[in-house]
Structures are given as C-alpha cells and as structure tokens.
C-alpha cells in the first residue's frame, strides 16, 4: 500500500509504503529541510498506481470535484421596545417545551447526511523503566530512493561483467579442447577436417590419422630367394584396415631369423619404403581398404631360414 505524506515544516510531499513505515515507526527525515517528523500523523492513502508525489498532485487537479455552494439566508429583525422582547422570549419557551423528549430507542432525524466521530480518545501507557530502550532513528527518504537507484545500477553493470568473462572463459576452454582433440574430432566428424587443417596452418599444427593397429590385419605374407640374383629375396605381404575411418599406414618390423628361430637380422620398413606415392601416406589407409607390400633384399648371411612380422607406428 502506498501514501503520501507531508513534511510539516515545509510542506513538502513525499511517497512512503508500507515497508518503510513499519521498518521505522512512522519516523522519517525530510530530504528537503531535513526536519525529523512522525509519517504516521500526515499519512493519505493513494493507489498503486502512482509511484511519485508530482502523480499524486496531478491527480488532485484532474479529480476536481465541484461542490454545490449552499447558501442559507437568516433575516433576523431587532425589536425596539422591550415589550417584543418578552414575547419572543415567551415563544422560545413554549416551543422548547413542546418538543418531544428523544430516547436512545429512536434515531435523531437531521438533514445532515453524513456524520464525523469524534476522534478516540487518547489512552495515556505508563511506560515503565527499562535499562536499554532501542530508539529508531530517522530515515531520509530521499536517500533511500536514490542508494536503491544507484545499487540496482551497480548490480546490473557487475552481473554483465561476469556474464561477459563466464563467456570469454566457455570459449576458451572449447578453442583448448578443440585444439588438443583436434584429431579425433577430425576422425568423428570427416565434414570438418579442411576447417581444422586451415585453422592448424598459422597454429603449426597437423591434423594426424588415427592410428589403433588392433584394426590392422597382416595378410598373406611370403618371402623367397630371388632366380636370378644371388643373394636376393623377395618379400610379399599384405594389411588391411578393418575400422570405419582412414588410419595411418604402419611401419612393418620384418626379423630374419635362423634355423633355431634366433633373430640373424632386423629390417624396419617405414611406409615411405614400401609405398610408391606420397599423397597415400598422407591420406592414409581408408577404411576397410588392403594395401599390397613388395620389397626385395640383399642378405648375405646364408644362415636366414625364415622371418616374423611386427607392426608398429
């Protein structure tokens, strides 16, 4: 509920509520004289809908009520004589005699049509002594508007600050994620792989295959001594990538070993060795695609009897 209030010093017109007269007991400071009076004894009641003192006053002047003037005329005559004056001293007296005696059973018929009561009478409390009396002290109005005012400013601009580096620190960490998982997002999502190599090229960074040899099957493999060369064998194998995504080519560990199986010699063939093209590597083994080795070796150690494969990255 609002209300207007006056200051009773300077006349000055303030809007108060429900909150701020009860936090103080009516008690408040006027922010234009800075007189300290009671709110509650200069308290009139308006809507909500007005929010100020200058609305209330505007109000007043377009509620004008124009109120009928009622004008009664009273001709009284002054007698001259003392002979008029003893009758109509008479006649008051019998016509106060003649009028009936009012109970309280009947009502009172006047042509007032609206009664003021009297204002209740004041009952007087004997306070009794107390060692500590807490006394509220006044309240200026005008600076309790304006601290809200200023506190709802401080507030709006602080949540904007912090919802501005909560944004700035969301998309730091998503450029971080995206640059150390920048390879499995690539295998994930294949439409996005041209993006992140752009984005690598002023970053120095590369977008690297997958590389899972849990995927990766050795085939048929063979290796034989070469017709028409001395001292010449003839390598042959196969591997295939099992997975839905391109993957790395593997680096191939071929051990030739001895009539006991004991390693006599160690070869690793990269897979600039046993590719042809330079854009296969880089491109990698696609999915579920069968990449054919061939390779030929000099061994001069006539003790080599058989081999074993390892792959690796």
Known sequence: MNYITACPNCDTQFLLNDELIKAYRGKVQCGNCEHVFNAKNRLTEVPDEITSADEYQASLEDAIVEVPEQTTIIESSIASDDSQDTLDKTAQIESIQAEPVETESSP???????????????????????????????????AIFSNKSREKKKTSKHSFFISFINFLL????????????????????????????????????????????????????????????????????SIKNNANYPQAYPSLELTLTDNDDRPVIKKLITPKLYLVSKEKIKHGLDSNETATIKLLFHVDDPSVASYRILLLY
């Not at 009952?123 to 200026?140: A, C, L």
């Not at 295959?209 to 048929?220: E, F, Q, R, S, V």
């Open 108 to 142: 009172k018929q006047t042509d007032v049509d609206y009664f003021i009561s009297p204002p209740a009478p004041e009952v007087e409390t004997i306070s009794q002594p107390t060692s500590q009396v807490d006394t509220p002290e006044p309240v200026n109005i005008d």
């Open 170 to 237: 969301f998309m730091a960490a998503v450029l971080l994620c995206a640059y150390f998982l920048r390879s499995e997002i690539a295998r994930q999502f294949p439409p996005i792989k041209p993006l992140l190599e752009r984005a690598c090229v002023p970053l120095k960074c590369k977008i690297e295959l997958a590389k899972n040899l849990d995927l990766i099957t050795i085939g048929d493999s063979d290796m034989q001594e070469d017709d028409t060369y001395q001292s010449v064998i003839k390598f042959s194998s």
